[in-house]
């Protein structure tokens, strides 16, 4: 379906969840987000970030440890509630809580009546306007008093981390779930009164073949999943030590991710799917298909999103804030969170000063990756056009005008076109994962 050409795929390059990415954060001023936190009028929306799984698997790249230690768990919930009284008494009166996602690490990782407890202490420090709830599960961990404490918060979307459903390829990334295990988890949550469930799929994973990769595709459309994200597995045991256990020669080449995905795309669109990008799905009635019919697709910190909102405050260690000119994330060491937390004071001393230029290139970015196509700015035409070049040769990319688009052809290329349009990487790049 789609053409390979290895040659334009080879560039490593971010995932774009925002612009700047997190790879070109340095030290902020003092009181940054204090002052973007305090102008933080209308609608926003609300990440808590658990750091904590019951187990660490091999290829995870997140910011989390094990949750058996329950003394070092219940500090950083207290932690966690200091900093949502902090940060809720800089909130200017205007302002309006519309959303609230919990994410991790697995957030049922920690006790459901710890889950109440931080849901009682948002409605007591936060001015909610009847906002979206959703959380992210990891199905080993959903016991039937996590499915109650879900539905009693009123929790309509969640994700589920399924990642393959081939027995060997869980075993070799340190995941093992059976199907029965998902299928209880999907049932639980559907009458918890969840209406969009998504399922994390990952493609390139060790000793996985297409089949694979088919019949796990098979089983969630089965199962009824909403939506579908199915990443490519980022191998970067140089920056994640657990992948060590992960051995290269097991995975994938390029050419073999490369049919992969585009398997998976080819199928699920198929099967009634609206493909969101390249690598991500959703079932006609779901609220991402929506926004993306519509044109108010967005892309955030959790991906793509149909959140409008201007404003997205992390809270948590490693928890990332984004204002229309600020980018800026808490503290990633979870002691020395901790402590600036029962001090009263907020932790993100790290992150970037957006400029005119960033927001420019970012809303650039985020139309290719979100609608495949952007309007150019006379500096940015003259700039990207001899780039542009190999790709619009390709059949992949067309320019008319100073409109850009991505052909059909060029799906899969779309993070690679984007990233022509980060300053950040064309003279100082860094480490990323391959583009499929």
Not at 240 to 251: K, S
């Amino acid at each position: 379906m789609w053409p390979y050409h290895p040659e334009l795929l080879a560039r490593a390059v971010p995932r774009y969840t925002s612009y700047p990415t997190a790879a070109d954060f340095g030290p902020l001023a003092p009181g940054s987000i204090e002052r973007a936190i305090a102008r933080a009028d209308g609608d926003i929306s609300l990440y808590l970030h658990i750091p904590f799984c019951e187990a660490i698997c091999h290829y995870c790249g997140c910011n989390t440890g094990a949750a058996g230690r329950r003394a070092r768990v219940e500090s950083y919930l207290a932690a966690l509630h200091q900093e949502l009284a902090t940060l809720a008494s800089l909130l200017p009166a205007g302002a309006r809580v519309r959303r609230i996602a919990f994410g991790g690490g697995s957030p049922n990782a920690i006790l459901p009546v710890e889950l109440i407890a931080l849901v009682d202490a948002l409605h007591a420090h936060f001015p909610l306007h009847a906002p979206d709830w959703s959380i992210e599960i990891d199905p080993r961990s959903l016991t039937p008093d996590w499915g109650r404490a879900i539905g009693a918060v009123g929790f309509t979307r969640a994700s589920l981390g399924v990642q393959t459903l081939a027995p060997h390829c869980q075993q070799a990334i340190g995941r093992v779930q059976p199907l029965e295990m998902i299928a209880r988890a999907t049932e639980m949550l559907r009458r918890a009164g969840v209406k969009s469930l998504n399922f994390d799929l990952m493609y390139g994973l060790p000793h996985q073949s297409l089949g694979d990769l088919a019949d796990t595709l098979t089983q969630a459309v089965r199962l009824g999943a909403d939506r579908l994200a199915v990443f490519g597995y980022a191998h970067v045991p140089h920056l994640v030590p657990r992948q060590r256990l992960i051995p290269t020669e097991a995975l994938p080449g390029a050419e073999t991710r490369f049919a992969m995905a585009a398997e998976a795309h080819g199928f699920l669109v198929s099967e009634g799917y609206e493909p969101i990008g390249f690598d991500h799905f959703a079932l006609p009635h779901d609220p991402l298909a929506r926004a993306g019919r519509a044109g108010r697709l967005r892309r955030n910190f959790q991906g793509f999103t149909d959140d409008p909102a201007e404003v997205l405050l992390g809270l948590g260690a490693s928890a990332i804030s984004c204002f229309p000119a600020l980018i800026a994330q808490n503290e990633k060491h979870t002691g020395r969170y901790r402590q600036l937390s029962a001090e009263g004071r907020l932790s993100a001393s790290q992150g970037i000063v957006r400029s005119a230029e960033d927001r420019l290139r970012g809303e650039v970015i985020e139309a290719l990756l979100c609608h495949g196509e952007a309007a150019l700015a006379p500096c940015l035409m003259t700039e990207a056009q001899p780039r542009l070049a190999p790709f619009i040769a390709a059949g992949l990319a067309r320019l008319s005008g100073t409109r850009l688009a991505i052909l059909p052809a060029g799906v899969p290329y779309a993070r690679v076109i984007a990233a022509l349009f980060d300053a950040y990487r064309q003279d100082a790049p860094k480490g990323f994962s391959a583009a499929i």
